[in-house]
């Protein structure tokens, strides 16, 4: 008779292993939008989710149907989008139902309600940004698949003095996301990092779990850290692309209205000068706010060169597959850069500037980028590409679909008027008569707009109100439009403000509470400072009147 101690031993350890989470898979198996049935939480934490997404169930059409019957004196359309907007941003916020499909139940209800017909709410939906989406988290998902993400992320964490600080790190990511984003996409540039940010929290996480700093079954996707890091990606990528005229589209919005209306060009340099300090005191501003609200579980982690050391060796050699992804992450790359490239050292009225944006359309590059995934082969004879469909089809459809009716609500908002009623009403209740008054209203506003619709559609919703706005009232529209353009930029609290948001909330990562607690204290810091410094560095620049 065999002895039963080692069995009941190693039946214990077989209990352990089963209740210890694979941190890998939960970061990088692509898990969003979960149920409270798929999370780990404690007890407080349960009734509180419990408590929030079953009011949800009742204040989303309670809201809707009493902001509907109350006289508003708004035309029919802009009225019922305005409920409707009210009750998806409640569904939004609650999170009864996954906030895809809250964005989809507002969609259909603006067709059933006779808003507009279905064919015209759900054309902003052939956006080129969708494409961008798609193509961007398909080369993401091969980065994942075939392990860059995780090779760059111990490359990132293996350098003097960075990987040792939790803090550092995510500094370090906020830095490089400012940087890229001045000249690609913000949506793209974060599609970028974020595989090799979750491959980082992935380390950080197994670190944690092996030295006992949170419990065998913890869940990696409500670490503090991870909140921070790829909030910090997101948030970074907005700052950053303030940075030049091409970092956004709000700013080629912005600064082409501002030119029609004033008669004046802002130059490519006059720009940066412009935006530089706004840039370096939002990211100073960032940094605190971000480590205030989501305080990481720990400060350093030990052990880090070892571990580091051991995992590379253990990835060895860079496989055919890698090469595959990053030859075409890099070519999608390029694409992307080069009309900035272009418009930065021939300006953006060049001819060879205006035929490459026409043609190199980041959503465009973004699918023929990774469509190189599916040509390129790591076996021949098996006809084995980089890439299988049934690999790429586990991409994030939920953030894309959530995106996409962002930029419904963002087409409705302008195509009803009712966004120019919005501004039209505050200007005529506040009756703001100053540049200072003016310019905080319109960055309230630009605000207040991104938070719900894209920011595209925020700078060509606001900056036309504020023009005329300020001729009325016979002030210079430069500052007040220039702010405005900058703030269209802003919108921290929603997943749907900002293509970037949509992208970290996909991770499951970030919870919604606290996206819009960090988000609207940043929204409010970077109103202030907006105000503060665009029309001093206006004036030292000397544009304007």
Not at 370 to 399: C, H, M, V
Request: charged share 15%; with cysteine.
């Amino acid at each position: 008779m065999s002895d039963p101690e080692p069995r009941a031993g190693g039946g214990l350890q077989s209990t352990i292993d089963q209740t210890k989470t694979d941190v890998r898979a939960a970061l990088l198996g692509g898990k969003t939008f979960r149920s409270l049935s798929e999370q780990k939480l404690s007890p407080r934490e349960e009734k509180f989710e419990r408590a929030r997404q079953t009011s949800g169930f009742i204040l989303a059409p309670l809201v809707a149907i009493v902001f509907a019957l109350l006289p508003m004196g708004l035309e029919r359309q802009q009225h019922l989008l305005a409920a409707i907007l009210l009750g998806v941003i409640v569904l939004w916020i609650t999170e009864p139902v996954p906030i895809p499909i809250g964005g989809l139940i507002g969609v259909g209800a603006v067709v059933v309600l006779g808003v507009v017909p279905a064919a015209d709410a759900v054309a902003p939906f052939g956006s080129s940004t969708i494409f961008t989406f798609i193509g961007a988290f398909i080369l993401a998902q091969a980065m994942l698949r075939h392990g860059i993400a995780q090779r760059v992320a111990l490359a990132v964490l293996s350098m003097p003095g960075v990987g040792s600080s939790v803090y550092r790190v995510i500094i370090a990511f906020g830095l490089i996301t400012c940087g890229l984003s001045a000249f690609v996409s913000n949506t793209a540039t974060v599609a970028m990092l974020m595989p090799t940010a979750l491959g980082i929290l992935a380390v950080i996480g197994e670190l944690m779990q092996e030295r006992g700093t949170v419990k065998p079954d913890f869940d990696p996707l409500r670490l503090r850290v991870g909140a921070a890091l790829l909030l910090m990606l997101a948030y970074g990528a907005s700052v950053g692309g303030l940075l030049t005229p091409v970092g956004s589209p709000p700013n080629l919005i912005g600064r082409g209205l501002i030119e029609e209306a004033t008669g004046e060009r802002i130059s490519f340099g006059q720009w940066m000068v412009i935006a530089l300090p706004v840039c370096a005191a939002m990211f100073v501003v960032l940094a605190i706010v971000m480590f205030l609200l989501n305080k990481p579980e720990l400060r350093h982690v030990e052990g880090v060169a070892e571990f580091v050391r051991k995992e590379r060796e253990d990835l060895g050699p860079i496989s055919r597959a890698e090469k595959n992804t990053l030859f075409a992450f890099g070519i999608t790359v390029l694409l992307w850069l080069l009309p900035a490239f272009a418009a930065l050292f021939t300006g953006t009225d060049s001819a060879l500037y205006t035929f490459l944006d026409s043609r190199l359309d980041e959503g465009i590059v973004a699918v023929l980028g990774a469509s190189l995934l599916f040509i390129l082969p790591i076996d021949w004879k098996a006809r084995k590409p980089t890439l299988t469909w049934s690999e790429a089809a586990k991409i994030d459809w939920g953030t894309i679909v959530l995106f996409g009716c962002g930029i419904i609500f963002g087409s409705l908002l302008d195509d009803t008027g009712l966004a120019e009623t919005i501004g039209n009403g505050f200007a005529d209740t506040l009756g703001f008569t100053s540049v200072i008054m003016i310019t905080s209203l319109s960055v309230v506003l630009a605000i207040m707009i991104s938070e719900t619709t894209s920011n595209t559609a925020s700078a060509a919703v606001v900056v036309p109100i504020v023009i005329p706005l300020c001729q009325a009232a016979g002030i210079d529209p430069f500052v007040p439009a220039l702010a405005a353009t900058f703030a269209a930029s802003f919108g921290f609290m929603l997943p749907v403000s900002t293509p970037q948001n949509a992208i970290v909330y996909g991770t499951g990562a970030v919870p919604i509470t606290r996206m819009i607690r960090t988000g609207i204290v940043f929204d409010i810091a970077g109103a202030i400072l907006i105000v503060a410094l665009v029309p001093v560095m206006i004036a030292v620049v000397g544009v304007g009147r």
